[in-house]
């Protein structure tokens, strides 16, 4: 049989039409194109790709099932590892976890492993096969989750199909992280994250949103008070970072973090059918090239931006967003101004942005990161005709947890600090995700998760065990 080198292309909306819309971008794999792009597996005995995926899937033994037409097999063997696939198929960078690895990659292009995982997953939600899972008659321990993101959710449907009573505490009105907040409709439905989150709370899970933990609750009183044998603490990186530059207090700057939440979890986009506005101008300079970077681009677009800028300080080469997203923005038109870093943001009488003043770029030595440091042109200022002005230049640890628990270790950025289980300073809590490592990605919360997950429940029966020896 003819096996292509490169991936088999799956259908997307066209940029100028999905430009001025929040409908999902790509439109995934019919069954012949997904059998066709799983035939090109080699099924290696090693499997290498398999180290490259942070919950483990069985990846050609799932991919084997898909080239056999036994759908429902695939996403039974890709629920066994991961309790979110339709997501992570659509938001994984792939390009550096499994695809990196896979060995058909090494000639051609490698195996499509997040199409075919997203297929299978759609495949199974359209058709609402769910999963059987035997519990224990009574649970194994009770554990509490702070936070309902990707770290979070993981932990808790492991454990709860461990056969532990799981309640996941989050601060939010809608459980998902930034997979409800933060990244836009037209890459991950919504309806598909509350979708995969109702299969959790089936397996016993039980969600209490707008429980903020360090204020409804804390730590302690969850491990005392409340009885729980252990925590997994998976708050994320949800608090923005600024440039400190003058102007950043005028209307019309927002932070990436509080201009996605208005369009994703308050659907600001539908205002006003929905309760929340948001002022997206005409001219909109976004600061920064990471991936928040691009959605925020992308969405100003959608709500009407004429033009829209990303604004960053060194190269092409060194943008930290997808290769991806950055093609889709280029397609959709956003315009980017690299080499180029905000000095101060220009207000007018009433208060409301007017410009962006910013210095032209060279990039010198390379610095602690490795790359190329941007050094400013002297004298090459120039103004950006803009009136919002959008930053996503980072985001740093929620602070509450741990300013009000005593005992739990950080960092001097802020981050809780583990062994590689998950394990923290304080007896009984644990944490992953962003919270531990900083701002990182979905799969790579989830796995933390899943780790945690296991030494969670070593933990519990090792500290039962302990109890009735002692009795
Ligand atoms: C705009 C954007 C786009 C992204 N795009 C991608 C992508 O395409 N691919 C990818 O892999 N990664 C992407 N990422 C990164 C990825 O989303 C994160 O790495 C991942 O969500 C981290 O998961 P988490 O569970 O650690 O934290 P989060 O998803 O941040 O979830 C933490 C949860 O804890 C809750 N919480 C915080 N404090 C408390 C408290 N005190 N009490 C109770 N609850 C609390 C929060 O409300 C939140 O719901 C993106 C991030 C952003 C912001
Ligand atoms: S490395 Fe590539 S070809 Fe080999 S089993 Fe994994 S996906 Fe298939």
Not at 423 to 445: L, M, N, P, Y
Request: with cysteine.
């Amino acid at each position: 049989m003819f096996v292509s080198s490169i991936k088999h292309k799956m259908p997307e909306q066209q940029p100028e039409i999905r430009r001025r819309n929040f409908d999902e971008v790509a439109l995934g794999y019919d069954d012949t194109t997904a059998k066709a792009e799983a035939s090109r597996c080699l099924q290696c005995k090693t499997a290498p790709c398999r180290q490259g995926c942070p919950v483990g899937i069985n990846i050609p033994a799932f991919i084997k099932h898909i080239r056999e037409g036994d759908f429902t097999a695939a996403i039974d063997e890709i629920k066994t590892k991961n309790n979110l696939p339709a997501i992570c198929g659509r938001v994984c960078p792939q390009e550096d976890q499994c695809e990196k690895f896979c060995v058909v990659g090494k000639k051609g292009e490698p195996v499509g492993i997040g199409r075919l995982e997203r297929f299978a997953a759609d495949y199974a939600r359209a058709r609402g096969r769910k999963q059987k899972v035997i519990l224990p008659p009574e649970p194994l321990g009770k554990v509490a989750i702070i936070g309902a993101g990707p770290a979070g959710l993981s932990a808790a449907g492991d454990l709860a199909r461990m056969g532990y009573k799981v309640t996941v505490f989050e601060a939010l009105h809608a459980p998902g992280g930034v997979l409800m907040y933060g990244i836009p409709e037209f890459r991950l439905p919504k309806e598909i994250v509350r979708q995969e989150i109702e299969e959790l709370k089936e397996l016993g899970v039980e969600i209490v949103v707008n429980a903020v933990i360090g204020k409804t609750f804390t730590i302690d009183e969850l491990l005392t008070e409340e009885g729980f044998d252990a925590v997994f603490i998976g708050t994320g990186a949800g608090l923005p970072h600024f440039m400190d530059i003058p102007g950043e207090n005028l209307n019309g700057v927002y932070s990436a973090n509080e201009f996605l939440t208005r369009v994703n979890l308050m659907k600001a986009y539908k205002f006003p059918e929905a309760g929340t506005p948001v002022h997206a101008g005409k001219r909109v300079a976004v600061v920064g090239a990471g991936n928040v970077a691009m959605d925020a681009a992308r969405t100003a677009l959608r709500l009407g931006a004429e033009n829209v800028y990303i604004v960053y300080r060194r190269s092409e080469e060194e943008m930290p967003a997808r290769a991806e997203e950055i093609e889709h923005a280029k397609e959709e038109g956003v315009e980017f101004r690299l080499l180029t870093n905000p000095v101060r943001i220009i207000g007018d009488e009433r208060g409301w942005v007017k410009g962006l003043e910013c210095i032209r770029m060279e990039l010198g030595e390379p610095d602690e990161s490795g790359r190329r440091k941007p050094v400013p042109i002297a004298n090459s200022n120039f103004v950006l005709d803009v009136d919002t002005v959008i930053m996503a230049i980072g985001q740093g640890p929620n602070p509450l947890v741990q300013q009000t628990t005593p005992g739990l270790a950080v960092n001097k950025r802020g981050n809780i600090t583990t062994d590689e289980t998950g394990r923290t300073s304080k007896e009984g809590v644990f944490a992953g995700g962003d919270i531990v490592t900083g701002a990182a990605t979905v799969i790579q919360a989830m796995g933390a998760g899943k780790k945690a997950a296991a030494a969670i429940h070593e933990y519990v029966q090792n500290k039962r065990k302990g109890a009735r020896n002692s009795q």
